[in-house]
């Protein structure tokens, strides 16, 4: 069950949204008239998605970014607003944030609240990408993200990231370790890896790394370039017999090329 807040002075336009956002499936939709009654909602349980009025009484709700920050919560944010050209300057640029101009339809607005909540929440599809990249487009983008990392058809582990910044890394059999960077760099390139992402919402949990993902990347990689050059033999050429040598060289040649074996 995903759970929308609504925050909105006007009761006839509110009971409204509520009554028509109600009938989705798997929806519970609660309601405030001001930035305090909904902020109050927020303390008793986080929505999944926040629909909130720009001119409030009282407190502007474009407070409510800041209110969300100091409680260390992810939750996305549509503003619904009949001065749009007036509030939208003060509201920051970010991904978890979109404004809409009054009226909205209630059709619209019901798309729009599927298209952030997955009804269900069904397990996120395997991701295209590996978790680098996925590490990379959310810093880059200043994203929130929970990257899951599967092993032998079990979960491994899994890296959250919040607005852009890798927070936590875990890997699923222990406890949370109070610097993850290890857990990071095993999870990153843990070898046949299945990769699912979705949108973190909600409360990030405890923060266990303070690196930057660009460090964190490269000190990753290092670590997993190490770890091969000292499982890989070294050959002591003066043991190496030459003709024995040779013949292989020829054979793999000829593999290469799809020929027959050098002769001499």
């Not at 002075?9 to 509520?18: F, G, N, P």
């Not at 992810?74 to 991904?95: C, D, L, R």
Request: net charge negative; hydrophobic share 40%.
């Amino acid at each position: 069950m995903s759970r929308i807040l609504i925050i909105e002075d006007e009761e006839m336009l509110r009971s409204t949204m509520v009554r028509g956002l109600s009938k989705l499936p798997e929806i519970n939709v609660v309601d405030a008239g001001t930035l305090e009654e909904g902020l109050a909602h927020i303390d008793d349980e986080a929505p999944q998605l926040i629909l909130s009025d720009i001119n409030l009484p009282g407190r502007s709700g474009v407070e409510l970014l800041g209110e969300l920050e100091k409680r260390k919560v992810n939750i996305p944010v549509i503003y619904i607003t009949a001065f749009m050209k007036t509030f939208q300057t003060m509201i920051p640029m970010h991904a978890n944030v979109s404004v809409f101009e009054k009226p909205v339809g209630l059709n619209e607005l019901r798309n729009i609240v599927l298209s952030h909540v997955k009804v269900g929440h069904p397990l996120a599809a395997p991701a295209p990408f590996s978790v680098p990249d996925y590490i990379q487009l959310s810093g880059m983008g200043r994203y929130s993200i929970s990257i899951e990392v599967e092993r032998n058809g079990k979960i491994a582990g899994e890296i959250r990231v919040l607005s852009g910044e890798v927070w936590s890394a875990k890997l699923s059999d222990q406890k949370m370790e109070a610097n993850g960077k290890e857990t990071f760099s095993r999870l990153a390139y843990l070898p046949a890896q299945r990769v699912s992402c979705r949108a973190l919402i909600g409360e990030p949990g405890v923060r266990n790394i303070r690196e930057s993902w660009e460090s964190l990347l490269m000190e990753a990689a290092r670590q997993i370039d190490e770890k091969k050059r000292k499982t890989t033999p070294e050959v002591d050429l003066n043991k190496v017999n030459a003709t024995k040598l040779k013949e292989t060289v020829d054979e793999e040649l000829a593999a290469l090329f799809n020929d027959k074996p050098l002769e001499d």
